[in-house]
DNA sequence: TCTGGGGTCCTAGGACCC
DNA sequence: TCTGGGGTCCTAGGACCC
């Protein structure tokens, strides 16, 4: 039998500001009022992205509108998110947990698995285990954690989620089941979203316990492939290693962002395109892959979304010959609609050590890869604004568009 | 004054081949 | 020349996660 722990920080971005502003000199802790970590309205950023408890109290919800929220707590305060310092204070909390355990699996940029299995002969058992890594990490970095225990990483996640903030909770057994998971609300099982939920209440399905002790042929019917699945989750089973997953398993790199103006010309969409491509490409080649298919989304005014992807002859890291298919791709989709957000994405994968060019432009690429290959090293050493293409030189979009921090924990969905 | 941005996986339908 | 059928590849869209 396995033993597996899930850590999970508590209100991860509004703590890891509220920490850092006390270290700063501030007097007042965000978490102790109602407080909110928020895009900026200003530039169509507007949702709440983490929450201070207090701020829950009066009902404001992750991912709502900022002035929605205001309406529900008029004096909230309001701070704007630094990823940066997030992505510090969950390189902290790795750090932490490597000396905790030789084997943690980095799940999102607030969540870990650690595998405590065969570990308690020499270091006791998990859950004063799990309290005193708690309080350490509290200790050395200001923030509190929940703990979940469990027989695989799906029980340990869920255990986690039991009862917040700063503490630990095991689900071990069918009988821990029974008492503590299965009177949840069906919503709260891992993968059972909006959609889900909506078509298992129409079968009468409330509960955790409800759809586990479903017939499994129902749930097919209902929901395909995905109802076996979640059938197997409320019955708590779930046997996926605690692995490092890392760089090699990426499937797809993507870069997107809302506009602060409405694009209806093409020429502004270029551009936008081009800081988004720069930063997709840049980052494909950092994990050492070449892309087979180049997508690009639009999201309209009204908030319709769409996109429209390719299959590249030829697999490519060199940014110019992205944003070649970039541009057609979106010259193809665009419909002419007022443009709220873009987005670019590279997908299907290989190493980019063996690519195969054809032999048609070799030298053409080799020549683009040199370029790109300076590019990136002038910018690893100065900073990604210190060079910047002609076109994007007027400085109403910045040289790259999109986060880079996070290539090494994406999240999987499915695949716990 | 109007809802972010980063991912994965699954499914359906059409094109194409045999 | 006609309405069979299996398989693969490609694309668009939806559902889910944090």
Redesign the pocket.
Known sequence: MRTIMHVDVNSAFLSWQAVYNLQKGDKVDLRQIPSVVG?S??D????V?AKSTPAKKYGINT?E???QARQKCPDLVVVPPDYELYIKCSDALAEILKEHSPLIQRF????AFLDYSGMSENFGPPVPYAYALKEKIKKTLGFTVNIGIGPNKLLAKIAGDLKKPDMVHTLLNQKEMAEKMWPLPVQDL????????KKLNDIAVYTIGDLAKCEPEILKYKL???GILIWQYANGLEESPVHEGYNL??????????IRFDVIDRKTAYKVLLSLTE?VAY?LRRVQAVCG?V?VSIRTSE?N???????LFNRTDVTNEIYKNVVELFNE?WQGEPI??L?V?V?DFSSSEFTQFSIFDTKDIVKKQALDSAIDRIRNRYGNSIIKRAVLADDQFHAMT??MG??EY??????L
């Open positions: 895009g309205q200003a169509r950023h507007g949702i992205l991912g509108v900022l002035w999102s940029i607030d969540e891992f993968m059972v979203g909006r959609a889900s939920k395909k492939s995905h398993i990426m499937k797809g790199i993507g870069n997107s962002t809302t930063s980052r298919v997508s908030l979304m769409y996109s429209h992807q390719r299959k989709g709220r957000h987005g994405r997908t999109g986060g996070a290539d994406p999240v999987m969905s499915t695949i």
